[in-house]
C-alpha cells in the first residue's frame, strides 16, 4: 500500500492538544510495525483487564437476572423487576461512550480501577435490599462499572499486537462465559434456601473490589509524556460535552421509557411516550451535532472515513445485545421456571451449562481460526445464521420441551460465540489507535441500547399476553375440571399468574387449605393451561428476534476484510522497549 497517498484527517482534539495528525489504522497498522517482545508485564495486564474484569462484569450482569424470579417471590413488585435487569443496562448504554472518551484523552488506569468501587457499594445495597427501590437504587451504582467495558476491553486490544486482536478480545469473551457461569451457578445455589439471593450481591461486591485492588495494582500504562499540559477547558472540549449532553439525555429518556414499558405501564401511558419521544429527539439532534457540527466528537468522523465495517459493526452489536440480553440471558431461564421444566434454581442453573461448554469450545476454535486465516467474516456469518435457526427452532416453543431445551441451549452456545468475539475486532479496525476506547466504548453502548430494547419489547409481548390471556384460560381449565364457579376468584389469586408455588404440589398444598374439596387433577389441569398461556407469549417473543438476527448476518456478510491490519504493530506497549518504537 502506498502510504503517501492517504491524507491524514485533521480532528480538532489533536490540534488541542498539540498532537500530530491522525492517521487511517491501515496506515497505522503498517508504521513501526516491528515486533515487540510480550513478557510477563503484558500477559498479566491481559489477564487482569481482558479476563477478571470482563469476568466480573458479566457475573453482575448475570446476577441479577438468573435470580430475578426468586428476588420477586421474595420482595413482590414484579411490575419493576424490569428496572433491575435495565438500570445497569441504562448506565452502560449512556456512560459507555463518554468514559470511552475520558480514556482516550486522559488516562486509562483510574477509569478502570475506582468504578468498582461503586459497584461494590451498589452490590452491598443490593444485598441488603427491604423492598424492589432499594434493590434499583443499588443496581444503578453497579452500573456504573458496566460503563467502563469499553475502556476495559480496549486495554488488551492496545497492549498486543494488531494480528492478535481477535485474542485480546477472545480473552474478554471467555472472562464474560466463565463469569455468566458462575454467576449463574451460584444464583442457583444460593436461591435453594429463603432469601439466598442476597448472597449473590455480597459475593459480586467482594468480586468488584478484588477487582479495583489488581487494576490499581498490576496496570502500569506509559505517560503521554510527548503531549503538553492541557487546560480544563481544552479536556473539556477534546471529550465532547455538547455531544455528550445530547447523548446521556436521549440515551436516559429513551431507556426510561422501555424500561417503564416492561412491565409498570402500557406503551400508551404518558410514562412511556414521553420519554422514549424525547430521547429519540435528542439522539436525532445528537446524530446532526456529530456529523454537522463536530468532526471529531465521541461519534468521530474517522469512524466512517476507514470503510463500512463500524456501522455495520455497532449495529449488529445492538442486534448481539438484543439476543443476549433479553433472549439468552433472562427469557430462557424464566422459561425453564414458568413452564415448570425445573423449579429448583440449582438444576435450572446446572442446565445453563449445556450453553456454557459449547460456547466456550466454539470460541476457542474461532479465536485460533481468525487469528491463522485473519478473517473474521466466515465465523460471524456462521455463528448468525446458527443463532437463527435456534430463534427460529423456539418460535415452537411447547410446554413439554423441557428436555428439546438442552439441545437449544448447546446450539445457542455455538451461536453466540461468534459475535462478541469478532464483532469487536470489525469495530476496532475501524478506528486509529487516538480512538480505540472512544469507538469500543460506542459498539458496547450500542449493544446495551439493544438488550433494554429487547428486553423491553419481549417484557411487554410476554406479559402482554400473559395478562390477557392467563386468567382466562386457568379459569376456563379449572371449571371444566370440576371446580366451582365461586372457587376461581381464590385459584386465580393464589397462582398469581405463575408467580404463586413454584411446583403443583406445593400449589395444591396451599390451595387445600383455602378451597375444600380441590384436587390434584383440577389443580394439574389449571397449572397446564397456565403453562400454555406462557408459552405462547414466548413463541411470540421469539418471533420477534427473528428478524432482526437477519439482518445482522445481511452486516456481517458486508463487512470488507480487515487481512492487511493484522500486523505486529502494538499500539501501546507497557513493556521497556526505546522510546523511539512506541507510539501513541
Same mark, same amino acid.
Given at each position: ?23 487511517? @489504522? ?140 481477535? @485474542? ?84 436516559? @429518556? ?25 430521547? @429519540? ?178 417484557? %411487554? ?22 371446580? %366451582? ?100
Amino acid at each position: 500500500m502506498d502510504t503517501r497517498a492517504i491524507k491524514p484527517i485533521d480532528t480538532r482534539i489533536e490540534s488541542i492538544n498539540a498532537r500530530p495528525q491522525i492517521l487511517p @489504522l491501515e496506515v497505522e497498522a503498517t508504521i513501526d510495525a516491528e515486533p515487540v517482545h510480550l513478557g510477563w508485564r503484558t500477559w498479566l495486564v491481559v489477564f487482569v483487564s481482558g479476563f477478571f474484569a470482563v469476568f466480573t462484569q458479566i457475573f453482575t450482569s448475570v446476577a441479577a437476572p438468573s435470580t430475578i424470579a426468586f428476588i420477586v417471590q421474595d420482595l413482590g413488585n414484579p411490575e419493576l423487576s424490569g428496572w433491575v435487569i435495565q438500570s445497569p443496562l441504562l448506565m452502560q448504554a449512556v456512560l459507555n461512550p463518554l468514559f470511552g472518551r475520558l480514556s482516550d484523552v486522559l488516562d486509562r488506569k483510574m477509569l478502570v480501577a475506582i468504578p468498582p468501587l461503586f459497584a461494590a457499594a451498589g452490590s452491598f445495597i443490593s444485598a441488603k435490599s427491604v423492598d424492589m427501590g432499594m434493590l434499583i437504587a443499588g443496581s444503578v451504582l453497579t452500573g456504573i462499572t458496566l460503563a467502563t467495558i469499553g475502556v476495559v476491553q480496549s486495554i488488551p486490544a492496545e497492549v498486543l499486537p494488531l494480528k492478535y486482536r481477535s @485474542l485480546a478480545n477472545g480473552i474478554g469473551f471467555l472472562g464474560g462465559s466463565f463469569g455468566g457461569l458462575l454467576g449463574g451457578f451460584l444464583g442457583g445455589v444460593f436461591c435453594r434456601n429463603p432469601g439466598g439471593w442476597r448472597n449473590m450481591f455480597w459475593m459480586q461486591g467482594a468480586l468488584h473490589i478484588a477487582c479495583s485492588i489488581s487494576l490499581f495494582a498490576l496496570y502500569w500504562p506509559r505517560k503521554h509524556s510527548e503531549f503538553p499540559r492541557r487546560s480544563i477547558k481544552e479536556i473539556a472540549w477534546a471529550c465532547d460535552p455538547i455531544g455528550c449532553l445530547f447523548y446521556v439525555g436521549g440515551a436516559t @429518556l429513551l431507556l426510561m421509557g422501555l424500561a417503564w414499558s416492561s412491565g409498570s405501564y402500557p406503551w400508551s401511558d404518558a410514562h412511556v411516550i414521553a420519554p422514549f419521544a424525547l430521547g @429519540l429527539l435528542f439522539l436525532i439532534i445528537f446524530g446532526l451535532y456529530e456529523w454537522k457540527g463536530r468532526s471529531d466528537g465521541i461519534c468521530a468522523h474517522i469512524f466512517f472515513q476507514s470503510g463500512r465495517n463500524f456501522p455495520l459493526s455497532v449495529f449488529a452489536c445492538a442486534v448481539e445485545g438484543w439476543m443476549y440480553y433479553s433472549a439468552v440471558n433472562t427469557i430462557t431461564t424464566q422459561m425453564t421456571f414458568y413452564l415448570e421444566w425445573d423449579t429448583d434454581s440449582l438444576r435450572i442453573s446446572v442446565r445453563q451449562l449445556a450453553y456454557f461448554f459449547p460456547t466456550v469450545f466454539t470460541s476457542l476454535l474461532i479465536i485460533w481460526y481468525s487469528t491463522k486465516f485473519k478473517d473474521i467474516k466466515a465465523p460471524l456469518v456462521l455463528c448468525f445464521t446458527i443463532f437463527l435457526a435456534v430463534s427460529c427452532t423456539y418460535v415452537g416453543t411447547r410446554p413439554d420441551w423441557g428436555n428439546i431445551q438442552y439441545g437449544l441451549n448447546a446450539i445457542a452456545g455455538i451461536g453466540q460465540a461468534g459475535p462478541l468475539t469478532l464483532l469487536l475486532v470489525a469495530t476496532q479496525f475501524s478506528t486509529p489507535h487516538a480512538y480505540l476506547s472512544t469507538a469500543t466504548g460506542l459498539a458496547f453502548s450500542s449493544r446495551a441500547i439493544g438488550g433494554a430494547f429487547g428486553t423491553a419489547v419481549l417484557y %411487554s409481548i410476554i406479559n402482554g399476553h400473559i395478562s390477557s390471556n392467563y386468567n382466562d384460560a386457568v379459569g376456563k381449565a379449572a371449571m371444566a375440571s370440576g371446580l %366451582s364457579p365461586d372457587a376461581v376468584v381464590p385459584l386465580l389469586s393464589i397462582m398469581k399468574e405463575g408467580n404463586g408455588p413454584p411446583t403443583k404440589v406445593a400449589l395444591l398444598a396451599v390451595l387445600s387449605e383455602v378451597i375444600p374439596g380441590i384436587d390434584s387433577t383440577i389443580v394439574s389441569n389449571a397449572v397446564n393451561a397456565g403453562h400454555g398461556v406462557y408459552a405462547r407469549g414466548y413463541q411470540l417473543a421469539w418471533a420477534s428476534i427473528v428478524p432482526f438476527v437477519v439482518i445482522a448476518i445481511i452486516c456481517c456478510a458486508f463487512l470488507t476484510d480487515v487481512k492487511h491490519m493484522m500486523t505486529e504493530k502494538v499500539e501501546a506497549t507497557i513493556e521497556k522497549v526505546s522510546d523511539k518504537t512506541v507510539e501513541y
